[in-house]
Nanobody, 124 residues
Framework: QVQLVESGGGSVQAGGSLRLSCAAS????????MGWFRQAPGKGREGVAT????????YYTDSVKGRFTISRDRTGNTVYLQMNALKPEDTAMYYC?????????????????WGQGTQVTISS
C-alpha cells in the first residue's frame, strides 16, 4: 500500500503563487508515475500535471502550461506542484495521485492511490 499526504493549499489573490507538496510513504517501489489532479465544485476530476518516475518527464494540461511546474525530490517520494500566475478558475480541491503503470495519463482511473486533497482558492 502507498499513502499520499498533500500540503500547501490555501487562499491567495489572482496572480499569486502557491506550492503544493505530496509525500508518499509505504511501498513506493512500484510507483512509476505521480500526478496532480483538481476538482472544482460540480465538475469532474481533471488531470493537471504528471511526472514519470523513471525519466522525470513531465506533462501538463493546456490550461496550466507555462504557469505550473511539477517536480520531485531526489528520492522521488515527494512531489511538488509550483503554481504561479494563479487565476480564479484554478480554484479547486487538488489531489495527489500515484500509479503503478508507467505510461502517462490524465485519466483518474489510471491511478491506484490518492491523497485526501488540499484546497486551493483564488480570489479575483
Amino acid at each position: 500500500q502507498v499513502q499520499l499526504v498533500e500540503s500547501g493549499g490555501g487562499s491567495v489573490q489572482a496572480g499569486g503563487s502557491l506550492r503544493l507538496s505530496c509525500a508518499a510513504s509505504g511501498y513506493t517501489g512500484n510507483i512509476n508515475r505521480m500526478g496532480w489532479f483538481r476538482q472544482a465544485p460540480g465538475k469532474g476530476r481533471e488531470g493537471v500535471a504528471t511526472i514519470l518516475s523513471a525519466t522525470g518527464n513531465t506533462y501538463y494540461t493546456d490550461s496550466v502550461k507555462g504557469r505550473f511546474t511539477i517536480s520531485r525530490d531526489r528520492t522521488g517520494n515527494t512531489v511538488y506542484l509550483q503554481m504561479n500566475a494563479l487565476k480564479p478558475e484554478d480554484t479547486a480541491m487538488y489531489y495527489c495521485a500515484a500509479a503503478r503503470w508507467p505510461g502517462n495519463s490524465f485519466n483518474p482511473r489510471a491511478y491506484d492511490y490518492w491523497g485526501q486533497g488540499t484546497q486551493v482558492t483564488i480570489s479575483s
